[in-house]
């Protein structure tokens, strides 16, 4: 543990590496899974991957179970109930890959909301057994602690820009059949001058823009200045990044030994 704080991007160490003086290549990791479980995938990354190339056996384990019980289930509240934890961590990453004017400290408080929700309605089903209602609360934690590590991880940048918008002429505007949408036009058209020969209006905009990862470091974090070629590895995560069993990895060193980013990385045949 002395030595992780050294491999931070923003640590001394790192900080003064300085920048390759010999053509370098980068290969990032985008770790794009939806289910978004980053944190267990990365661990059972750190033995299974590379021996295996398969690191969803962990992660299945619970997910499964809980599935089973779902489709078995008559009880339509009880298969919702699966479904809510399941969903869990899906929705929390799609939440914050697609995140528009909310800010991330408030979605951490709505998983903690949430999770809580869900937590009280296993509690309360007096009906189902020990087994599976300590599977339920056992995926319900896993999902939470990727959710909050996909937070964690996740950078959000406050983007401000424009959006240009195709103008709907004014004298178009009393087409509509519905009063309200007329008025909205009519406003919108004058406001920004959409008279003819006006096509296009731009106006301002501004969110938070989600940054990919590799389950441990953003895109940014990865990338390098000065490389002579950059890669995206989807579905792969900063542990995986070190083996051949996973395509992105395997094409792109490929691509390098084939010349793709410059005479100095090909390898004679």
């Known amino acids: ?14 900080q003064n590496l300085g920048l390759p003086t010999i053509p370098h290549a980068v290969i990032w990791g985008n770790e794009d899974e939806e289910d978004g479980l980053i944190l267990t995938r990365l661990i059972a990354s750190w033995h299974h991957a590379g021996l295996y190339g398969e690191d969803r ?17 008559k009880d339509k509240k009880l298969k919702r109930l699966a479904e809510d934890v399941l969903s869990f961590g899906v929705g929390v990453v799609k939440l914050i890959e697609g995140i528009v004017s909310t800010n991330p400290v408030e979605i951490s408080a709505g998983i903690t909301s949430f999770s809580k929700a869900i ?5 309360a089903r007096k009906d ?3 087994q599976l209602r300590e599977a339920l609360e056992c995926e319900l934690i896993h999902q939470g602690l990727n959710a909050y590590w996909n937070l964690k991880v996740s950078r959000s940048n406050f983007v401000e820009d424009t ?19 007329v008025a909205y036009c009519f406003s919108v058209c004058t406001g920004y ?42 579905k792969v995560n900063h542990f ?9 990895i395997g094409n792109a060193f490929q691509d390098l030994f084939n010349g793709g980013a410059g005479a100095a990385f090909v390898v004679p045949k």
């Open 193 to 234: 001058g959409c008279e003819p020969g006006t096509p296009l209006y731009s106006y301002p905009v501004s969110y938070y823009q989600y940054e990919p990862h590799d389950g441990l470091l953003t895109r940014s974090e990865q990338l390098l200045a000065g490389a002579a070629k950059t890669y995206e590895a989807q």
């Open 128 to 130: 189902i057994n020990e």
């Open 119 to 123: 937590t009280e309605s296993i509690r």
């Open 57 to 73: 056996a962990y992660l299945d384990c619970y997910r499964k179970e809980v599935d089973n019980a779902a489709r078995k289930a």
């Open 1 to 14: 543990m002395a030595y992780y704080p050294q491999l931070r991007p923003n640590s001394s160490v790192v």
């Open 240 to 248: 995986q990044e070190q083996f051949w069993e996973y395509t992105p």
């Open 163 to 181: 959006v240009v918008v195709v103008c709907i002429p004014c004298d178009e505007c009393a087409d509509d059949p519905d009063p309200q949408v």
